[in-house]
């Protein structure tokens, strides 16, 4: 983290993270480069899945691993279309990580996901640049049975703060009441099935379809908002409206310096 504040500092424009272990080419960096100029996003991340060559260089329990934490990743950062969350080879536009609170970001084998999750909350735009990491066996420093659960206890947490944030402070719509509705309905079924199936005498169909029907709807209602908040993903880079925001007062400054 010292090295995104000492970047910013110095006025970088384009700030390249890469981990220090080799497996990762330098010679990929005019390409993450070349997409946060040109305006196509605002974070450009790596994607070790995209060439099936490269997936099958990776170890069994790593693919796995990966796998899983994309899924959650998605979940938890809003992000659905990348993949990949805890690739450390990424560019960002210095204006961008600079809106972040860059000291409660994790620290350690998290910072990744939660850096994503922190672009999310303000709407920045993340792409995935294909790339292949080199493995020659190297013995990986994370342990997954310890990891795993604070990963898993991380990434609910975000979950949370991230669906409260964007659908109940920032923005209430439509996708906000199927959420509420969808969790009450499915608790309420679930809870009175068990109730009602709970008691000596057989449950009638009535009891069945008053306990099941409110699950139905409610899985339907929840399906509806995962849709929405897949549509929502972000598509227009941050730093370009940043950029578009500022001209207007640069312009002003420039004619006071003139008169």
Known sequence: MMGINSA??????????LDGDNQMDPSHIPVF??????????????NRFFEPEGVADMPLLRLIGNAALSFFSKLSTGYWSI??????????????????PLEKISKRYFFESDLLFRLGTIRAR??????????AGEVSSLNPLSE?????????????????YMYFIRDFSVASLELVLGI????????????SWGVSTPATPGTV???ALPIFTGIQLLLSFINYDIAAVPKVALHRLL???????????????NR
Request: aromatic share 10%; net charge neutral; hydrophobic share 45%.
């Open 148 to 164: 795993i659960p604070r990963f898993a206890a991380s990434h609910l947490k975000n979950t949370i703060k991230r669906l409260f």
């Open 126 to 135: 993340v792409i995935d640049v294909p790339m292949h990491s080199i493995y």
């Open 83 to 100: 993949f990949d969350p805890t690739n450390g080879y990424f560019a960002v536009h210095a204006e961008v990580i600079g809106l972040l």
């Open 209 to 211: 379809m008053l306990a």
């Open 33 to 46: 480069v070349s997409l946060i100029q040109s305006g196509e996003a605002d974070f450009a991340k790596g």
């Open 8 to 17: 910013i500092e110095d006025g970088a424009d384009v700030i390249i993270k």
């Open 184 to 195: 009450t309905l499915i608790v309420f079924g679930t809870l009175f099935g068990l109730m």
């Open 243 to 257: 950029t578009t925001q500022r001209a207007p007062s640069r312009i002003l400054k420039s004619e006071e310096k």
